[in-house]
């Protein structure tokens, strides 16, 4: 039924909106949160907002300073570089698992989602990074293994200001043709059971993805060498 909420309490609706909005770019990093404009803004008290902020800042999204200065914590490359060393050891894992334990239901999922998927360019924005989650989203569940897909889910929200960052990179502008190449070998490898061969290739397509080129960037701005601070 049309606004009927889904939301157990005001508390996780003001967690939901709050995490939205700083994962998508729209509460960018360093913004300080003016919680009672915000608390009016989504019609509840200060109470179940402050508690949302607790949640956000123990995931490290926000700064809590005082009750009165929140601000979004800001992007570093030091959190950006163990975030995906921690998606390039778990993302082929979940290619290999997906290999071995894929069923018919699992590859019509991931084949629906191959179809919608656009290049991951400034050009195609949030459309394609939707769609582009959903696709790995797809491969994550054909693992069968409920941990990791909520290892991975949760490393992809906080990776995804950083893959945002990476499209305002000039290799945002890019084609990123071989981004969905990938994708396609990745699906036509988990179809045919080729556990080696998937996990490779999802190696390299995190080695080489957005994300990467932005940590690099971030790396360069400071003054971070070989990933490590000097």
């Known amino acids: 039924m049309a606004g009927t909420n889904l939301f157990v309490s005001k508390s996780d609706l003001a967690y939901a909106e709050l995490r939205n909005q700083i994962l998508t770019g729209t509460l960018s990093a360093g913004t300080r949160l003016a919680q009672y404009a915000l608390a009016e803004s989504l019609n509840m008290s200060i109470t179940p907002l402050r508690e949302a902020i607790r949640r956000l800042s123990s995931e490290g999204l926000l700064t809590v300073e005082t009750h009165r200065d929140v601000r979004v914590s800001v992007m570093n490359s030091v959190e950006a570089r163990q975030l995906f060393e921690v998606r390039l050891s778990l993302d082929p894992t979940a290619a290999e698992l997906a290999a071995a334990r894929r ?90 059971g080729r556990v080696a061969e998937a996990a490779q290739l999802m190696r390299d397509h995190i080695t080489h993805s957005l994300t990467a080129t932005a940590i690099g960037a971030l790396e360069d701005r400071e003054g971070v060498a070989g990933g490590v601070r000097p």
């Open 103 to 192: 069923t018919a239901d699992d590859l019509a999922t991931m084949r629906a989602a191959l179809d919608k998927l656009l290049p991951v360019t400034r050009q195609w924005g949030e459309e394609a990074l939707t769609a582009h989650r959903a696709f790995h989203q797809a491969l994550y569940r054909a693992s069968h293994n409920d941990v990791l897909i909520r290892l991975l889910d949760d490393l992809w929200d906080k990776s995804d200001r950083y893959r945002r960052l990476g499209l305002e990179l000039p290799p945002g502008d890019g084609p990123r043709t071989r981004d969905l190449q990938e994708h396609h070998r990745l699906v036509a490898l988990i179809e045919d």
